[in-house]
T-cell receptor
Framework: GNSVTQMEGPVTLSEEAFLTINCTYTATGYPSLFWYVQYPGEGLQLLLKATKADDKGSNKGFEATYRKETTSFHLEKGSVQVSDSAVYFCALSQGGSEKLVFGKGTKLTVNP | EAQVTQNPRYLITVTGKKLTVTCSQNMNHEYMSWYRQDPGLGLRQIYYSMNVEVTDKGDVPEGYKVSRKEKRNFPLILESPSPNQTSLYFC?????????????FGSGTRLTVV
């Protein structure tokens, strides 16, 4: 079945550091890929998405590129802020299925 | 404001006492889902609905029921809650034409069964 594997957390960075959170997936065909963010005490918010190979999703300074050859969708940000502290989830959906398959989440803490 | 509204936000109950968590969306979305979030396990789908009166099981449906009598509402029913259903629950919805745009999630319901 489909699955998503993302790097274990927690991740602790200083403000303005570079962020990478790795995400790889297993799926047949061409799933759509997503990054969701969960701020403390809140629900999940869609951060960015990509629907086909080589697409780059971007939002709020975050980027991720859909790499079919490596089945990856790594999240990056060039300069993190304290306000980016949250849990980040990589997810996929397959055409014809109403299920989002999530990774286990990576908790990011950014210190001033 | 377009949103998915869950109630209650927090609930503590006793084993065996039936409860309902409500979910309502104001975006005229066809698709709705329930997920539970547990430490180390991420989010897992409980049930989903593709439209009024159309529901199906997700990965972890045991111990839960749902109904979809109206397009906007998708309540989650625990007929006889047990401690292993202590979790954080999320309702989510999307429109038929938004398959590639992801779901909109509610703020969550933290349930504790003692």
């Amino acid at each position: 079945g489909n699955s998503v594997t993302q790097m274990e957390g927690p991740v602790t960075l200083s403000e303005e550091a570079f962020l990478t959170i790795n995400c790889t997936y297993t799926a047949t065909g061409y799933p759509s890929l997503f990054w969701y963010v969960q701020y403390p005490g809140e629900g999940l918010q869609l951060l960015l998405k990509a629907t086909k190979a080589d697409d780059k999703g971007s939002n709020k300074g975050f980027e991720a590129t859909y790499r079919k050859e490596t089945t990856s969708f790594h999240l990056e940000k060039g300069s993190v802020q304290v306000s980016d502290s949250a849990v980040y989830f990589c997810a996929l959906s397959q055409g014809g299925s109403e299920k989002l398959v999530f990774g286990k989440g990576t908790k990011l803490t950014v210190n001033p | 404001e377009a949103q998915v509204t869950q109630n209650p936000r927090y609930l503590i109950t006793v084993t065996g006492k039936k409860l309902t968590v409500t979910c309502s969306q104001n975006m005229n979305h066809e698709y709705m889902s329930w997920y539970r979030q547990d430490p180390g396990l991420g989010l897992r789908q409980i049930y989903y609905s593709m439209n009024v009166e159309v529901t199906d099981k997700g990965d972890v449906p045991e111990g839960y029921k749902v109904s979809r009598k109206e397009k906007r509402n998708f309540p989650l029913i625990l007929e006889s809650p047990s401690p292993n259903q202590t979790s954080l629950y999320f309702c989510a919805s999307r429109g038929r034409r938004e398959a590639n745009y992801g779901y909109t999630f509610g703020s969550g319901t933290r349930l504790t069964v003692v």
